[in-house]
């Protein structure tokens, strides 16, 4: 169904189409910037490249629509609908997507500094390359994403879901990944440098090669720190560990299979 051109009008004229029935629409390399779109209906519609910082699109229905290298900064993004989006190279820095479903979406490159995700479902999304450096991520939902060569530095991540999640080279120094659930992630080659993993779940995880300098909580209750992968603890079997086992630097996890997790849109 195509979108209702007396609301792209309006839209184009007066930069307010709360609600509107945008489905399917061209609106490429506009500059919407200040918009209202709060719940408007904009899946599939393409808005590649276009400007729209500042603008309001809480609560939007965004599913599968093109966003590639379109401006978001600073835009409202709360509780939209956005499962299979575009979002490829796009500006997304500062904005507001808290409690946003972006399942699967592509997020490929895109630039999430500063950005609250707090709550957000991105469930098998694609961030390879993404940056989400001192982002707001407490409780989200990242099980089975690819965030390989990510950039999260400084981040908040507490309580969040990264199950089965792919972390190949990202840089997670200092994040906040206490109470993070990394069952089954692959972290091989990632800088977790000075990160707070206090109460994580790394059961399954692979951590060979990665950087743990200054990493904090690896061992519940009385041990805060934690051994470089290539100076295993003499036993795998103790009762404080909250992971099976610390790999050696030049050892691959039994679990490796792993690095084939399906990637939503571009390969790594």
Known sequence: MSANNAHIKRLLATKQCQGGDLRDAHLTRLNLSGADLSGAKLMFANLNGTNLSNANLSGAELSFANFVAADLMSSDLSGVDAKGVNFLDA?????????????????????????????????????????????????INLSGANLGHAQIRNANLSNADLSNARLVEADLSDANLSGVNLRNANLLNANLNGANLTGADLTGANLAQAKLDGAIGLYQDNLVGMRPPDRPPASHNHPNMSYVSVLQTNSLHSSSNHLGLPRPGLPS
């Open 91 to 139: 500006k997304l820095n500062h904005a507001q997507l808290g409690g946003a479903d972006l399942v699967f979406a592509n997020l490929v490159n895109t630039n999430l500094e500063e950005a609250n995700l707090s709550g957000a479902s991105l469930e098998g999304a694609n961030l390879i390359g993404a940056n989400l450096n001192n982002t707001q991520m407490n409780g």
